[in-house]
Structures are given as C-alpha cells and as structure tokens.
C-alpha cells in the first residue's frame, strides 16, 4: 500500500502546507479514505477473480478497477492492466456528452468495450461502470474491466490478423446501460451475450463486473455517509491536489531536455512491415510532454491502437517509473501531455481495426515511453529514481487460441491461451538480473497447469523455462518460458486455432549495452509419438521432444490463422504444440558479468555453457567449475573482435545442449 | 549539449559534450550525437543474432526491415549500447538539451503553448 509521505518527505512536507503555513488538509482523512479506496480496489478485483467465466479473468491478471470522482477523473487505480488508463480517463466525459449529466442515476450501470468511444483499448477488454450516490449527490464513479474470451467478429477469441476494420474484429458496445436506475436490462445483455460465441462463460464475465461495481457503489457510499458527500470531495481533491504537488516536485529532479526512444512491432501477416512508434519525452520545469509524432502510419491489422491505448500506454512509465511512489491519481497526470499523429498506428483513425490494440500499439507506445523515461531517470542522478530505469521486459502478447466443436465436456470451446502475457521474462536493471515487469500491467499473472486442463481441451506436457531465451547483460534478463501441449480429453474434437505474437523479428531489447532476449517462436511438431507414448503412461518435456524431433518444428509466423484449414488432432498421432514467451532484455557489458554469476546460471539452466563462452566469456567446465585461464583468454578475444569486427572470435563448438528448434 | 553533467546509460553528458563513463575518453563535442562518433556494427538484426553465439536455441525471425546495432567506446572498447532500428533510420538521440533541440528546430514547449488543442492534457 502507498504511503502518501513515503516516496518524496521533502515534496510531502512542502505540500501539505498552505503559503501562510496553514495545514490546507487532514493528513490523516487523507491516509484514511486513500487507504480505504486502495482496499476497495483489491475487494473488487478479487470479486473479478471469484467469479468470471474463464481463466483469462480467474488467474490472468488481465482486468483492471477504477474509482472516479463525479467528473470522470481518476482518483484511485487497482491492478492490473494499466493500459486500461488510456479508456478510463475517456468514459465518464462520453457519457456525459451522449446521455447527460442529469440523467444519471442510482443504480445505472453501463457496459462498453468500444475502443472508438472511450470504452475500451481494444474491443476484448469489458467494462462495467456504475455511478456512486451519496445524499442525493453523484459523488463519483465506480469501474472495472476485464478481458473475455471472445465478443465475436469472425474468428474465435477475436483476434484477427486479416480483419480490415473494427467491425469484423467484435461487437463493440459504446457505454450502454444494462442497469437503468436499478433495474436489470436483461435485453441488452442478452444482445451483448448474444454477438459472442462462448455465451454462457461470457455471462458469467458481466455477473463478475456487476458485482464487483455493486461492492465497489456500496462501499464508496458507506465513505460518503460517513465523511459527508461535500467533506469527501475535498478529500478527494486534497489526494489530487498532494499527488500533483509530489509529481512536480519528482519532475524538477530531472533535467530539463528531450530524451528520445523507440519500440517496433512487427506485422508478420499482411507483410513483413514493422511498425516504429517513436517518442521524445521533454521535460521542461514541472511538465511533460510525450510526443509521438514521427511514428508509423496504421497498419491493415489488429496490431493498431486508438487513442484510448494511446493514452493507456503511456500511463505505464507514469505509474510505474516516473511517479513510482506517489499515490496514483488524476493529479499525476496534470503535468503531463501527448501528442500524435492522428492517423498512426498508435492514434489510429475510426474504423482502422485495433483487435490486439492492448497487446501491440499500446504496448509499443508503452515500451517506447520506458526508454525515454528510463534515460531522463538515470539522468537525475537521484539514486531512488536511476534505479527506475531498466532494460524492456518480455513485452507484447502471445496469443494462442484454439477452438473446436466439442472439448472435454462435450461442448463447443475457445481456448484463449494467456500464458504469454503473464509468462514473460523481467527486465534486468543495474545490479539486478530479470526483476522488473512491464509497464503494462502491474503484476504478471500466468494461469496454472491445472487450471488450464481443468476447463481446456488441452494437456501440458511441461512447462518449463528456456535456456538462453534471457538477453545477455551485466546483469541478465529474466527467462522466458516454453511450453508444450497437445489435443486431450475423450470427447475433444480436433481442434483449429488463430494465432497472433510479436517480439518474433523484434526482439525484447535490453539497455546500456545489454543484448536482446531471443525472438518468440511457436508452431507444431508432428510425427513425435507422444500422443501414442501418453497411452501408455509415458510422458516427455518441451526439451526432450525438441531435441528428438525438432528436425520436425513448423515455426509459424508472427500471426497465423488456422480457421476451417488445419487443426491439431488427438490420440496417438497427435501434434505436439510448442510455445515460447520472450525474456527479458540485459543490462551493462556482458563482458562484465561476475563468471560466478555465469556459473550459477548454467548450473541452474538458464544460460547454456556454450553461450557462456560465446557471449559472457566465461568457460565452465563439465563440473560446473570456472576455467579462470581459458575464461580471461576469452573475453580478451572477445574485446579483441569489438576492434576487429572482420575477424570474429570463433563460437565454441555446441555442447550437447541443442534444444532443437 | 547538457548545461550540467548528467550519465545517461555508459556515456557522460556534459556542457563539453559527451565522453565514455568508462574511461573518460572524448565521444563528441557538444550538441553531437555520440552514437555517430564511435565504433559501430549495424546490421541485420537476425543475421546478427542467429549466428549461435546466443545459444542455440535462441534466435530472432528474419526481417529485412530490422537492424542491430552494437555501440562500442573507440578508446576503452566498452559495449556502450546495443539497439535495434529500422533499416537507413537516423541514430537516436538519448538526449537533447533544449537548447539543442530548438536550434535543430524542435521546440514542444513552445508548440504546447502556441496549440494547446493538438496535445491531449489530463
């Protein structure tokens, strides 16, 4: 829980002072409702949690709370998407403009997921939202929103990397009430329910936001009574007021100039286009400006954003990097301003389709942003804030999804595999190997084996982490994870599948001389025998049927699409399916890492002994222990080629650890 | 060029210019981007990267749009940066002063103030 005084005492203690030295607030109402509303936020998710249809709400981590005040400004965030940022600031101000202040009542609740009105980054994401009265008085809203399994459009799970415009991607729903003063509008939810293909799960999403709204209304208006409505709101402005107050205060310690970055996402469909999206992040005084022009026009795919993800993604840096401390609410955002392209694929233009918007264009415009914010942090020279920048995280989503007529129950299903999201590599950072997430969501959350198998027409054969998947570095990135898992279950049919990933050409980078993690693959192995040796009780891990029968691996494309031409089959000739996520970038020299760090890591098969030498130049024996000769030979060679790049130092001979692939 | 000295990353950014935090040595002289005054190798990411070096199982598809480039200080040989470009794309800058960037015909503050309409505020 954030401390209003922990992250900056001086800014604190200036704020809370009026110029006549005056207390302009009660710290302690402040700590109190601030606290109270951190809590709430964790309630509601946890509700999202307890009750949504499919793993990807129950164990993804691909949801996000919200509490507004009356005007649609943020006054409190709850994990974990902070993309969902970019649609949060934009809902209440449509609603208002399309229905009217005045005619918002107790009891309403709207859905929305359109990404073209404020409802959404991209049209998979949900959302509920439900305004909180407190003595007659609209005190503020409650929000939250969550990732569901499918909303329709012409490929199960709603990604589609051929769909040319928002309109074959989904049903998008502009905030619509489904609540009308508290009665339940059963025939808009059954128009919603009805546009999708796992009807009953889905359902079961929108009971899971509408309770988590009811507690979220119920408990807003318990503070209200207790407080006062009027009393509230000034409490809620003191937040503002002191978080805005702290974040200038943050911004002064860097200093003044344009810092500039880019992220590139490839497109892997259409064409092998890759598009940049490019920022120069000024900081001048107390105010900050993204501006993302230069960055590439829309792409004729899934991969865009609107502005709502626009917006999402650079909330990321700001929660996570820049006012990483500070209690996070709309006050944070008063020094800050973007700018676009209108038209780019990161500001994309109504109806440019924006499936994977969350996973893509918001993603890049985020990872964009850390690089910038990471220079400006590093060179504030403050020790709390250089300690913010890092290498990029495992970034983007690796999306798998599969469906069929029948699976283990006998009924149709979509299986919207998030192990990718959740699965990904930290980023390194000075004096820390893989320890920090993505700047989209505030916790990386990977379903469990057992939850995936328990609902899905699928078994894992391992899951496992990938040896020299991390980027190299002084201190290295985190691994990513690969997986294996075939058809399973006596009444699963075949099953077909789209799929859609990056970080496949364009690797997840690393900072400061660090190198990039290695690009994601996926695809089938076929002709392995697994499927007749599960028969009989045998079972082998990624790796083992990598190195039998990588020879065989179809590595698919960054995006694929399977619909009604190709489908995994069961029993005993059944395809192994593998899939990757990427690690996380390296940061600092590798030429510099401690070899006893090196050895530790290909004691625990993270780094393999070959790449050791190769990259880190350190040599390892069989036994584990350092050749401290042939380790100082080594890297003198490998100094030696950075002078002479036409007479590269030979890459030792492979040592039996070839994973195939 | 940075008013005061600032380390962003390997490099030292200061009113002189920017110089190897390493071992001190000159990159450039003030309002340069280092990046085009040291040891370089660009290239094609994936034929960079998939040459095995990383491991065997490590590996970048190949893209012909997409380029690695390894940053390395001319006088102590220090990886400085390693960092990935479009094709024929211009080195970035880590840093600017505003200064700098105004007299190279960026100006964002003045811009904001000038068409506060075209930047989304909060």
């Given at each position: 829980?954030?401390?209003?005084?922990?992250?900056?005492?001086?800014?604190?203690?200036?704020?809370?002072?009026?110029?006549?030295?005056?207390?302009?607030?009660?710290?302690?109402?402040?700590?109190?409702?601030?606290?109270?509303?951190?809590?709430?936020?964790?309630?509601?998710?946890?509700?999202?949690?307890?009750?949504?249809?499919?793993?990807?709400?129950?164990?993804?981590?691909?949801?996000?709370?919200?509490?507004?005040d009356a005007d649609g400004r943020i006054v409190a965030f709850g994990s974990a998407v902070i993309t969902h940022l970019g649609h949060e600031v934009q809902i209440i101000p449509w609603i208002y403009e399309h229905y009217g202040r005045d005619s918002i009542k107790?009891?309403?609740?709207?859905?929305?997921?359109?990404?073209?009105?404020?409802?959404?980054?991209?049209?998979?994401?949900?959302?509920?939202?439900?305004?909180v009265f407190a003595e007659g008085t609209l005190v503020g809203w409650v929000f939250c929103d969550m990732h569901f399994a499918?909303?329709?459009?012409?490929?199960?799970?709603?990604?589609?990397?051929?769909?040319?415009?928002?309109?074959?991607?989904?049903?998008?729903?502009?905030?619509?009430?489904?609540?009308?003063?508290?009665?339940?509008?059963?025939?808009?939810?059954?128009?919603?329910?009805?546009?999708?293909?796992?009807?009953?799960?889905?359902?079961?999403?929108?009971?899971?936001?509408?309770?988590?709204?009811?507690?979220?209304?119920?408990?807003?208006?318990?503070?209200?009574?207790?407080?006062?409505?009027?009393?509230?709101?000034?409490?809620?402005?003191?937040?503002?007021?002191?978080?805005?107050?702290?974040?200038?205060?943050?911004?002064r310690k860097i200093p003044d100039g344009v810092y500039e970055s880019a992220d590139y996402i490839?497109?892997?469909?259409?064409?092998?286009?890759?598009?940049?999206?490019?920022?120069?992040?000024?900081?001048?005084?107390?105010?900050?400006?993204?501006?993302?022009?230069?960055?590439?026009?829309?792409?004729?795919?899934?991969?865009?954003?609107?502005?709502?993800?626009?917006?999402?993604?650079?909330?990321?840096?700001?929660?996570?990097?820049?006012?990483?401390?500070?209690?996070?609410?709309?006050?944070?955002?008063?020094?800050?301003?973007?700018?676009?392209?209108?038209g780019s694929f990161i500001d994309a233009a109504f109806p440019t389709p924006i499936g994977l918007a969350t996973g893509y264009g918001a993603w890049a415009v985020s990872d964009a942003a850390w690089g910038a914010a990471s220079a400006a942090l590093?060179?504030?020279?403050?020790?709390?804030?250089?300690?913010?920048?890092?290498?990029?995280?495992?970034?983007?989503?690796?999306?798998?999804?599969?469906?069929?007529?029948?699976?283990?129950?006998?009924?149709?299903?979509?299986?919207?595999?998030?192990?990718?999201?959740?699965?990904?590599?930290?980023a390194a950072l000075e004096g820390l190997d893989g320890a920090r997430g993505s700047n989209v969501s505030l916790w990386g959350s990977i379903p469990s084996v057992e939850a995936h198998e328990s609902h899905e027409p699928f078994l894992y054969l391992s899951r496992e982490l990938w040896r020299d998947s991390a980027g190299a570095g002084r201190w290295r990135g985190g691994a990513g994870l690969k997986s294996a898992v075939v058809v399973w279950g006596e009444k699963t049919s075949d099953q077909s599948g789209t799929f859609c990933s990056v970080r496949n050409a364009v690797p997840t980078v690393g900072r400061n001389g660090g190198y990039p993690a290695s690009?994601?693959?996926?695809?089938?192995?076929?002709?392995?025998?697994?499927?007749?040796?599960?028969?009989?009780?045998?079972?082998?891990?990624?790796?083992?049927?990598?190195?039998?029968?990588?020879?065989?691996f179809?590595?698919?494309?960054?995006?694929?699409?399977?619909?009604?031409?190709?489908?995994?089959?069961?029993?005993?000739?059944?395809?192994?399916?593998?899939?990757?996520?990427?690690?996380?970038?390296?940061?600092?020299?590798?030429?510099?890492?401690?070899?006893?760090?090196?050895?530790?890591?290909?004691?625990?098969?993270?780094?393999?002994?070959?790449?050791?030498?190769?990259?880190?130049?350190?040599?390892?024996?069989?036994?584990?222990?350092?050749?401290?000769?042939?380790?100082?030979?080594?890297?003198?060679?490998?100094?030696?080629?950075?002078?002479?790049?036409?007479?590269?130092?030979?890459?030792?001979?492979?040592?039996?650890?070839?994973?195939?692939? | 060029m940075a008013a005061e000295q600032m380390k962003i990353g390997n490099v030292e950014h200061g009113p002189s210019g920017c110089s190897c935090a390493g071992c001190g040595g000159t990159l450039c002289g003030p309002g340069e981007n280092w990046k085009e005054h040291v040891l370089a190798k660009r290239g094609n990411a994936a034929e960079r990267l998939n040459q095995g070096q990383f491991g065997e199982s490590y590996r970048v598809h190949e893209n012909q749009h997409v380029e690695l480039a390894e940053l390395f200080c001319p006088h102590c040989h220090d990886l400085l940066s390693v960092e990935l470009y479009l094709k024929d794309e211009p080195y970035r800058w880590d840093y600017r002063s505003l200064e700098t960037a105004k007299e190279q015909g960026y100006d964002p503050v003045s811009e904001f103030h000038q068409d506060e309409d075209s930047w989304i505020s909060f």
């Amino acid at each position: 829980m954030t401390e209003l005084t922990q992250a900056d005492p001086a800014a604190t203690a200036a704020s809370d002072k009026a110029a006549d030295g005056a207390s302009r607030f009660d710290a302690v109402a402040l700590q109190v409702v601030h606290s109270r509303l951190e809590t709430l936020m964790r309630l509601m998710t946890r509700t999202l949690e307890q009750l949504a249809g499919t793993a990807v709400g129950r164990e993804a981590g691909d949801y996000s709370t919200a509490f507004m005040d009356a005007d649609g400004r943020i006054v409190a965030f709850g994990s974990a998407v902070i993309t969902h940022l970019g649609h949060e600031v934009q809902i209440i101000p449509w609603i208002y403009e399309h229905y009217g202040r005045d005619s918002i009542k107790p009891g309403d609740v709207f859905i929305s997921n359109d990404p073209y009105t404020g409802g959404s980054v991209h049209s998979s994401d949900v959302g509920c939202t439900a305004p909180v009265f407190a003595e007659g008085t609209l005190v503020g809203w409650v929000f939250c929103d969550m990732h569901f399994a499918d909303v329709g459009g012409m490929v199960p799970g709603s990604f589609s990397p051929s769909a040319g415009d928002c309109f074959a991607e989904a049903v998008r729903f502009p905030p619509t009430r489904i609540y009308a003063g508290g009665e339940y509008l059963e025939d808009v939810v059954r128009a919603f329910v009805n546009n999708t293909r796992i009807p009953t799960q889905i359902a079961r999403d929108i009971s899971a936001e509408v309770g988590a709204s009811h507690l979220g209304v119920r408990a807003v208006a318990e503070l209200a009574e207790q407080y006062g409505a009027a009393e509230l709101g000034h409490i809620i402005a003191g937040l503002r007021e002191l978080s805005e107050e702290m974040f200038r205060a943050r911004l002064r310690k860097i200093p003044d100039g344009v810092y500039e970055s880019a992220d590139y996402i490839e497109d892997g469909y259409a064409s092998d286009r890759v598009y940049r999206a490019l920022v120069q992040m000024t900081v001048s005084g107390d105010e900050l400006y993204f501006d993302f022009r230069g960055s590439s026009e829309a792409a004729p795919a899934l991969l865009n954003c609107a502005r709502s993800g626009l917006v999402g993604g650079v909330m990321g840096p700001l929660i996570q990097q820049l006012a990483t401390g500070i209690p996070f609410n709309s006050g944070v955002m008063r020094p800050l301003h973007v700018r676009s392209e209108p038209g780019s694929f990161i500001d994309a233009a109504f109806p440019t389709p924006i499936g994977l918007a969350t996973g893509y264009g918001a993603w890049a415009v985020s990872d964009a942003a850390w690089g910038a914010a990471s220079a400006a942090l590093e060179a504030s020279g403050d020790e709390y804030l250089r300690g913010r920048s890092s290498a990029q995280a495992g970034g983007g989503a690796h999306c798998s999804i599969f469906s069929g007529a029948s699976n283990q129950f006998g009924e149709y299903s979509i299986f919207l595999n998030m192990d990718g999201p959740g699965g990904q590599g930290l980023a390194a950072l000075e004096g820390l190997d893989g320890a920090r997430g993505s700047n989209v969501s505030l916790w990386g959350s990977i379903p469990s084996v057992e939850a995936h198998e328990s609902h899905e027409p699928f078994l894992y054969l391992s899951r496992e982490l990938w040896r020299d998947s991390a980027g190299a570095g002084r201190w290295r990135g985190g691994a990513g994870l690969k997986s294996a898992v075939v058809v399973w279950g006596e009444k699963t049919s075949d099953q077909s599948g789209t799929f859609c990933s990056v970080r496949n050409a364009v690797p997840t980078v690393g900072r400061n001389g660090g190198y990039p993690a290695s690009g994601v693959y996926y695809g089938p192995i076929a002709g392995t025998g697994v499927g007749e040796g599960l028969e009989h009780g045998t079972l082998e891990t990624c790796s083992e049927i990598q190195q039998r029968y990588g020879a065989s691996f179809e590595s698919l494309p960054s995006k694929a699409m399977w619909e009604g031409e190709r489908y995994l089959h069961r029993g005993p000739a059944a395809e192994v399916f593998i899939q990757t996520t990427p690690g996380g970038g390296g940061f600092g020299d590798a030429l510099k890492r401690d070899p006893q760090a090196i050895a530790k890591d290909v004691e625990e098969g993270i780094v393999s002994s070959a790449a050791a030498a190769s990259v880190y130049g350190v040599v390892v024996d069989e036994l584990g222990a350092i050749d401290e000769d042939a380790t100082a030979a080594r890297r003198k060679a490998l100094r030696e080629e950075r002078i002479h790049p036409s007479n590269p130092a030979p890459v030792p001979v492979n040592q039996g650890e070839n994973d195939g692939c | 060029m940075a008013a005061e000295q600032m380390k962003i990353g390997n490099v030292e950014h200061g009113p002189s210019g920017c110089s190897c935090a390493g071992c001190g040595g000159t990159l450039c002289g003030p309002g340069e981007n280092w990046k085009e005054h040291v040891l370089a190798k660009r290239g094609n990411a994936a034929e960079r990267l998939n040459q095995g070096q990383f491991g065997e199982s490590y590996r970048v598809h190949e893209n012909q749009h997409v380029e690695l480039a390894e940053l390395f200080c001319p006088h102590c040989h220090d990886l400085l940066s390693v960092e990935l470009y479009l094709k024929d794309e211009p080195y970035r800058w880590d840093y600017r002063s505003l200064e700098t960037a105004k007299e190279q015909g960026y100006d964002p503050v003045s811009e904001f103030h000038q068409d506060e309409d075209s930047w989304i505020s909060f």
